[in-house]
């Protein structure tokens, strides 16, 4: 590895000439000319097209890739230069507290922001029963569930998020309300509706496995009793898992399958977990809150009458969904996305999405697969393709240069010399600085969080 190196451009208009990846072949392509100006991509092709006069910078054995994208976070402002320096240039938040979330929606948008393009659904909308008040709006019935989704569309949102307790004439509701209005809806599963119903009742992706380990097992009936889904991973029917895989390549159904969250939660007795190089920069307040997931200290964090899953509920809930996973990615499988559900348990923005990767290479993924799933797919899924994941005349130039051949070693992606953020570049070192600082010095927020507990 060569020394880390960020040297932007001198003019508004240049040509980055090197090797590129192409994520709509899968592929990457050498000796391509990419002509930026401000924060368009002019064009791409052979560097002899060029105009003679374009200042052209060579890549010498770096690689341009679209910058990447996490499709599942819960947002907050401090997040932002963690995102942009890992090389995550989009990002979903998929719940949240409706005003700040639109807030921070403007504010990340913005021309010239240091921070990555922001898809928002707004609040979980749920039954009553999660444990997520801030970031939830609850309903009773069809007609409350309809009228919300008609308000967060009249607020603004870009898309509708599902959540756990939520019930299947509840559900069934807000998938046709949202489509009524043109809008995407992504679920988190569980208690009520399994992933069989959901996808049958039109749903557009799903999180987590969520709703899986149920609608393989209906016959062992966990569904609106307790929340017993970690046991129903301690076996997999590779049989039952493939005629359900079956149903979401058919419906084309999108899955975020955001593993380390399962991974994280089944470590948290690990001390290791504070070795990990993203340590210096977690503020102090998420720490104590990532702390209170310990198996030591599990009051409270669980809705009532669910019983506390032990290390070896957790484990064996890992290894099954690892099992799933694999299946699902035998199938090359065009639809799977990257997402982490920071800040979740030992899930900080930016470095989480490098350890998703990894575990999921881990279940079998290969590297063009993940890179697709990183860039052109991820993009799909969030419906800004038009203007991002690929590299392509027309598109905005949200990249990242990296040093190597992802290909070859998907390490590559952690190895980023710049992030260009609608045409702005900017220097990872100085961003990490920047969230280091606001690590060191954090307090706890008065603001309206994903949970009501840090
Ligand atoms: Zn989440």
Known sequence: ?????????????????????????????????????????????????????????????????????????????????????????????????????????????????RAPRLVCTGPLLDNPGNTWPYASQYFNNPVEAQAQVDELVERGVDQIKTYAFIELPCFQTIVDRAHHHGKFVVAHLGKHVNARQAIEAGLDEFEHLSGVGEAMWTEQNVQGTSWEFFRLWSSVDIERANQLIDLIVENGTWVAITRLVWVRLAATWDKGLLEHPQMPYVPGPLLKWWETFAPSNPVGRFPKNMRVPTRMDRSQQAAGMSLFTSELLRRDYNRVLIGTDVPCPYLLPGFSYHDEIETLMQCGMSERTMLQAATLWGAQALEIDDLVGSIEPGKLADLILIEGNPLDDYHALERINAVIRDGEWLDPAELLAEAAEYARTAQPSTERRMDAYY
């Open 1 to 113: 590895m060569t020394q880390s190196t960020f040297q932007p451009p001198a003019a508004n208009s240049y040509a980055l000439v090197g090797t590129l990846f192409d994520s709509r072949a899968g592929a990457l392509v050498e000796n391509q000319a990419v002509h930026i100006r401000d924060n368009r991509i002019v064009s791409v092709g052979a560097p002899g097209d060029l105009p003679h006069d374009l200042s052209r910078i060579a890549l010498d054995g770096q690689t341009l890739v679209p910058g990447l994208i996490d499709v599942h976070v819960h947002s907050e402002d401090w997040h932002a230069p963690l995102y942009l320096a890992k090389g995550q240039t989009s990002v979903r938040d998929v719940g949240c507290e409706i005003n700040s979330v639109l807030r921070r929606r403007d504010n990340w948008n913005r021309h010239g922001s």
